[in-house]
């Protein structure tokens, strides 16, 4: 594959994407993670296409709303940690390199330049609820939950929440969820201000929807403006703290503490 030429879309046929479903129906594009037999758990190309993905959807004017889902039960549960035992535990260097796409995948997705809704179809745990949040609103489904479990298995959720979760619910909570690690139902993360909608199963792509052709009736260049205007305090945030987390973050998969969580997560999730 070349890289493109010009800043012109493409048929989502042409990218080739393994690891997501990207979809166009103009005003809406669709980004669904697809890797439902591990919950859609994210490796290093799944990163990799999503940012491709996003990019894309930003440079194709038909396109005013782009939504983000998962496949099967879940949204997303985060970062895929079988890989990370394989290819990045005990090697800072590889983890440095992966954290980059998992830092560009989030900047291109909250840098599109249109309005993202996270269409949450189940659980959203550590990453995942790292990528929801940076979105700019979410529809959720009333059976599942968000947890933050970074602290149990050596990885301080540094790619958001640390970042984003004081502002989005206050600091208090942002802690609460962070540093305790307890499931957060829907009806509270509603309540809390982590989304905007909770909704039955049934229901999600009604809400979905109508949130979408509310979006896509707004002036583009508009709203695109609005939403920089509305992205400071994350941005502020993010690009502070962002850099110093990724080599914190690589050194420390060197450390004793994130290789024996890692390793205990997964003895038990062979069981």
Not at 16 to 40: D, M, Q
Not at 135 to 146: E, G, Q, S, T
Not at 177 to 198: F, H
Request: proline share 6%; net charge negative.
């Amino acid at each position: 594959m070349t890289e493109p030429t010009y800043p012109s879309p493409v048929s989502p046929d042409e990218l080739g994407f393994e690891k997501i479903v990207y979809e166009k129906a103009p005003p809406r594009a669709t980004i669904t993670f697809n890797r439902p037999e591990i919950l859609n758990a994210f490796d290093f190309q799944m990163l990799r296409e999503l940012a491709r993905a996003c990019e894309d959807a930003s440079w194709d004017d038909e396109i005013r709303v782009v939504v983000l889902t998962g496949a099967g039960r879940a949204f997303c549960v985060g970062a895929d940690l079988s890989s990370w035992a394989e290819d990045y535990l005990d090697k800072p260097t590889e983890y440095w390199k992966w954290f980059g796409a998992f830092k560009d995948a989030h900047d291109r997705l909250r840098e599109i330049g249109k309005p993202t809704v996270a269409r949450i179809n189940g659980i959203a745990v550590g990453g995942g609820n790292e990528l929801q949040m940076a979105c700019d609103l979410a529809v959720m489904v009333d059976d599942a939950f968000i947890r933050h479990v970074g602290p149990e298995h050596g990885s301080v959720p540094a790619g958001g929440a640390t970042q984003w979760l004081t502002i989005m619910v206050g600091d208090r909570r942002a802690r609460e969820i962070v540093l305790m690690c307890e499931e957060l139902p829907a009806a509270k993360a509603e309540e809390w201000g982590l989304v905007n909608r909770v909704v039955p199963a049934s229901e999600l792509d009604a809400e979905v929807d109508q949130m979408v052709e509310n979006l896509a009736r707004k002036l583009p260049q508009t709203t695109r403006y609005a939403k920089q205007h509305l992205n400071f305090w994350r941005d502020l945030a993010w690009h502070e703290t962002i850099n110093h987390a990724r080599d914190w973050l690589a050194l420390s998969m060197a450390t004793e503490e994130p290789k024996a969580a890692i390793k205990r997560f997964l003895e038990k999730k062979s069981e």
